[in-house]
């Protein structure tokens, strides 16, 4: 018996353009890629709550038309011994104007992501009353 006629010949092989798929290369790269995307957000969502909260409780304390800026700061203080969430700022961070006799409060932080060694990720935040 002749074994040449088993082995598949060139036209019977699928040619390389026809052929799809996946490196490891590739599949290991993505997967890479998305895991570090991944990571970021979640250290990045609790800031992002942060702020959230921290805009929740300047606009209750601007929708109460307080009179003086010691009554803001007092209310701050008070929303933030309610909400745990809010860490990075304090009432003294608080800017506190009056636009068309309209009481508006305002603030602004940076918050800092370590993400590996000596690498972090600066995320500004900064917010008023509506």
Do not use: C, H
Not at 71 to 78: C, G, I, N, S
Not at 112 to 122: D, S
């Amino acid at each position: 018996m002749n074994i040449a006629k088993f082995r598949p010949t060139r036209s019977t092989r699928a040619p390389r353009a026809r052929q799809r798929g996946m490196t490891l290369f590739g599949l290991m790269f993505w997967a890479i890629l998305i895991g570090f995307i991944g990571y970021v957000l979640v250290r990045a969502l609790p800031t992002v709550n942060e702020y959230l909260t921290i805009q929740r409780a300047v606009d209750k304390i601007a929708a109460t038309s307080p009179t003086t800026v010691a009554e803001v700061r007092q209310a701050f203080d008070k929303q933030k011994e309610i909400e745990y969430a809010i860490v990075s700022i304090s009432s003294k961070d608080l800017d506190v104007t009056k636009v068309n006799d309209k009481v508006v409060i305002g603030f602004a932080y940076n918050k800092e992501l370590p993400i590996m060694g000596p690498v972090y990720i600066l995320l500004k935040y900064e917010g008023r009353s509506k």
